[in-house]
Nanobody, 121 residues
Framework: QLQLVESGGGLVQPGRSLRLSCTTSGVTSAYFAIGWFRQAPGGDEGVSCIGSDDGTTYYADSVKGRFTISRDNTKKTVYLQMNSLKPEDTAVYFC???????????????RGQGTQVTVSS
């Protein structure tokens, strides 16, 4: 059973930074991609994902140039560095894994509980 545990959320002022971490355990060797989504009133939004094999990355237009996804395979951890945060980035962010294939960040098969990110002055 694949498990994902997020950490690093919190309350920050606009313009500041946060780094989210997602540690995986269980069967992790066969997933296609891993990444970060956020819960929005209209549905879940794929924020940034990275392919398991080739490291190809995806970023939502709203975060390009501000967020960076990275991974440490030895620690089985994926990070999301979020800079220049805006109030509209406020959401519950969760880590998720896609097992099969397709466009990065278009869907997921397993997800973590999520961590709250609040950007407010």
């Amino acid at each position: 059973q694949l498990q994902l545990v997020e950490s690093g959320g919190g309350l920050v002022q606009p313009g500041r930074s946060l780094r989210l971490s997602c540690t995986t355990s269980g069967v992790t060797s066969a997933y296609f991609a891993i990444g970060w989504f956020r819960q929005a009133p209209g549905g879940d939004e794929g924020v940034s994902c990275i392919g398991s094999d080739d490291g190809t990355t995806y970023y939502a237009d709203s975060v390009k140039g501000r967020f960076t996804i990275s991974r440490d395979n030895t620690k089985k951890t994926v990070y999301l560095q979020m800079n220049s945060l805006k109030p509209e980035d406020t959401a519950v962010y969760f880590c998720a894994v896609e097992m099969l294939g397709g466009p990065l960040c278009s869907r997921f098969d397993y997800r973590g509980q999520g961590t709250q990110v609040t950007v407010s002055s």
